[in-house]
């Protein structure tokens, strides 16, 4: 599995990383401008993420804004429904109107920070990312 991990703090980032390595090849993004590059640079390498782990707190470009361009860019290559990449939306913010734009924008999942990596499994799991 292919992954995306786009977080601009270092500590998150590298927890991220070394969890989320046991499963995939993991590429890195420190801000939301990289993180829409990285995806755009899978596509043309025909090398598509199959899942990206979005912080919506980060410079350049917010996690939201990214996640609206990423559907956006899939649905103009028409790609849909079970072959779009898979996206949790990472954050520390307690927002319920935060939390409800992101799936109206098309994630899959939001975990909060600090993250529990045993329920980020769990909804892995449930995404069908891992068994």
């Not at 779009?84 to 924008?105: P, Q």
Request: glycine share 6%.
């Amino acid at each position: 599995m292919r992954i995306l991990i786009a977080e601009d703090d270092l500590a998150s980032r590298k927890l991220m990383q070394k969890y989320l390595s046991q499963y995939g090849e993991c590429d890195i993004a420190v801000d939301g401008i990289e993180a829409i590059d990285s995806f755009l640079m899978a596509h043309k390498e025909s090398r598509p993420y199959e899942f990206i782990c979005l912080d919506i707190m980060m410079p350049k470009l917010d996690g939201i804004k990214v996640l609206k361009a990423i559907r956006d860019i899939e649905k103009q290559k028409g790609i849909e429904g079970e072959n779009r990449v898979k996206i949790i939306m990472a954050t520390a913010l307690n927002d319920k109107r935060t939390v409800m734009e992101s799936y109206d924008s098309g994630c899959e999942a939001y975990a909060w920070k600090p993250i529990d990596l045993g329920k980020f499994k769990e909804v892995m799991k449930n995404l069908g990312l891992i068994s």
